[in-house]
């Protein structure tokens, strides 16, 4: 009986040289393999990298503002590997982030589509309301990362509303992981699914 094809081995998997987390100054990443003459894949789109989706990665990357970057490596007759995903958040980038933008639906499930950070909130006159890049610090993020079209697509969760469900990869980030204690929690990855829960408000 045919078990299924034979492999040389197991492509071993991606390296990132910087963690997922908050980042307040430029850098360049680096994704690595220890397999040699395998492909490092990429996305920046949120979108899981394939063979035939994604940016073949050949120079570090420069990160200057929020990214998301999902990576996997291929080698032909090997088993490739998981799909390792990173989100770079830059505070800066989340305060200011605007209600408009290419392809962004006007509704969600019928409801008026909101993308900003509350104006009234990030415009506020007093600096105990008004947020501030280290305000992030406070407290742990928590990073979706799934495909475009299934978030805000036609079939996706906003748009479809309760009941929809979808896969994606979920961070948990801990601002402290820059701390000098090697016991602190630095976050982590898995991948489950997501689905809206509420009407207009999610």
């Known amino acids: 009986q045919n078990n299924g094809p034979i492999v040389s081995g197991f492509v071993n998997d991606t390296k990132f040289s910087k963690d997922r987390g908050l980042y ?27 063979l035939d989706n994604g940016i073949e990665y050949t120079e570090p990357i420069l990160i200057d503002e929020t990214r998301v970057i999902r990576a996997i490596a291929f080698k032909d007759g ?9 989100t770079y958040i830059f505070p800066e980038s989340v305060i200011k982030q605007p209600n408009t933008g290419p392809n962004l639906p006007k509704y969600w499930a019928g409801k008026l589509a909101d993308y900003e950070m509350d104006p009234e909130i990030v415009n506020h006159s007093s600096p105990e309301v008004r947020p501030e890049e280290k305000d992030f610090l406070r407290v742990p993020t928590v990073s979706l990362v799934m495909d475009w079209d299934e978030m805000f697509g036609s079939s996706g969760i906003y748009i479809r509303g309760e009941s929809v469900e979808r896969s994606t990869s979920i961070e948990y980030i801990n601002p402290n992981r820059n701390t000098e204690d090697p016991n602190s929690e630095k976050g982590f990855q898995i991948n489950g699914t997501v689905q809206v829960v509420g009407g207009s408000s999610t």
């Open 78 to 86: 090997f088993v490739p590997t998981n799909v390792d995903t990173h």
């Open 24 to 50: 307040f100054e430029p850098f360049s990443l680096e994704i690595s393999s220890k397999t040699e003459d395998c492909s490092i894949i990429y996305t920046e789109d949120g979108s899981t990298p394939t």
